[in-house]
């Protein structure tokens, strides 16, 4: 007896899932530093904080990370 398998291949896509806000969060890049914003839904809360740490500590290099939620879709 003869096994045999067949594989159906399906498109899908990946978009971002608009109903929900990314979350932001910024990190201090400056060695042995180690401070962040916190992660939070508003950019602009975690930008404000870079601002005022670069003006109170001098660093300059921050690393921002942003998480978004996605959703896959099955095509056709």
Avoid: I
Wanted: proline letters at 3%; aromatic letters at 8%; hydrophobic letters at 35%.
């Amino acid at each position: 007896m003869t096994r045999r398998a067949v594989f159906r291949f399906v498109w899908h896509t990946m978009r971002r899932a608009e109903e929900v806000a990314p979350v932001c969060e910024v990190f201090c890049a400056e060695p042995g530093c180690g401070e962040r914003s916190g992660a939070g839904v508003e950019a602009g809360a975690e930008e404000e904080w870079a601002l005022r740490h670069a003006g109170r500590a001098g660093h300059g290099e921050y690393r921002r990370v942003v998480t978004d939620r996605a959703r896959v879709t099955r095509e056709g």
